[in-house]
């Protein structure tokens, strides 16, 4: 018994010279180690007379818990103080200070995008989805393409395994369009379109055009020419003036070709608008009575005109960049030079 005592006592100084993790193992080894004081006295427990037995077996169990208690407690308390000085050395971090890094720009063409969809939203138009994987329905069909039209080629469309394509034009979402208002509607429908071309510096595979729709009872040509207008000269800030061409699309009727003053030499003449001082920007006209037909409208009833916006000749306009396939190359040196903060 003396001998138990004798530990304990030990083990109560000990405890005192404590200070860190190290010691604290070391105190643990030495008391509760395989070779440690407790550890032993345990063994020993068959030396002891019989009638003793209990009573020490009682009194080192006790001991040990002890033990075990109070360097568990102190080894929470060392770790607690560790977090405590940790915290107070570090430097109070503000969470609302504005980000250091870079957080990347947006794309030219989604600056452009959102640019000319609010100009044509506060003129009350929405602006709706199309798809990208197309019917050849909706994409050729429904738009009045006949059925011998060489854009149907397999040069031309990227025809899916399944008779599917993805959509070559954002008419493809015309027929969609019309049938979900079916009646009066102004709608714009911006999108990617695939087409298998050689490609050069005007010629992408992939592209985006905005298609446009404006339906209601005696629309007029005049009412084209005007959200045209209004469109261009708030995109390139400056009175844009607009003329009109012959021009045919399947889905149109009379078609046209779209040109705007050239917005580099404001029509004086220069190598971007070869000095014709126009700008071919958009083909359009007035909805073709088949393409209302195939969307079960009336076209006794309905009138419209559509366009559809060559989105990437504009912004190379806007940006001044001079090869198509910049749009697409994820070439930051390029693109982020006309970068508007994400
Ligand atoms: N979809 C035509 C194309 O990709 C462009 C087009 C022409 C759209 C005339 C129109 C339009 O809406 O009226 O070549």
Not at 259 to 277: E, I, L, Q
């Amino acid at each position: 018994m003396d001998e138990l005592n004798e530990i304990e006592k030990e083990f109560d100084s000990q405890l005192l010279e404590i200070k860190d993790e190290k010691k604290l193992e070391d105190v643990r080894i030495a008391f509760l180690g395989k070779k440690g004081k407790i550890t032993n006295s345990m063994s020993k427990i068959r030396e002891i007379a019989v009638e003793k037995r209990k009573e020490f077996g009682q009194k080192i169990n006790l001991i040990k818990s002890k033990i075990e208690n109070s360097l568990s407690s102190l080894k929470e308390k060392l770790e607690n103080e560790i977090i405590q000085r940790k915290i107070a050395n570090e430097k109070p971090i503000d969470i609302t200070l504005p980000v250091k890094s870079s957080t990347g720009s947006l794309h030219p063409r989604t600056t452009l995008q959102k640019e000319i969809e609010d100009v044509f939203v506060s003129m009350g138009f929405s602006i709706e989805d199309g798809y990208e994987v197309e019917t050849e329905f909706n994409n050729f069909d429904a738009v009045n393409v006949p059925k011998s039209h060489p854009a149907r080629d397999m040069q031309d469309t990227f025809w899916l395994d399944n008779g599917q394509l993805l959509k070559t034009q954002t008419s493809a979402a015309q027929n969609r369009i019309l049938r979900k208002y079916n009646g009066t509607l102004k709608a714009i429908f911006p999108g990617r379109c695939f087409r298998n071309e050689a490609l050069d510096h005007s010629h992408e595979n992939t592209f985006f055009q905005i298609e446009g729709m404006l339906v209601d009872h005696n629309v007029s040509v005049a009412n084209l020419i005007y959200f045209m207008k209004k469109m261009l000269s708030e995109v390139f800030k400056t009175d844009i003036n607009i003329r009109l061409r012959p021009g045919f699309f399947p889905f149109v009727e009379p078609g046209f070709e779209m040109d705007a003053t050239c917005t580099f030499c404001k029509g004086k003449g220069c190598p971007t608008c070869k000095n014709s001082g126009w700008l071919e920007l958009c083909p359009c006209g007035m909805i073709h009575p088949n393409v209302f037909r195939l969307a079960g409208l009336d076209p006794n009833v309905y009138s419209g005109f559509a366009f559809g916006l060559g989105f990437d000749r504009l912004v190379m306009l806007k940006t001044g960049l001079d090869d198509i396939r910049y749009l697409n190359s994820g070439n930051l040196k390029v693109l982020s030079q006309f970068g508007v903060k994400a």
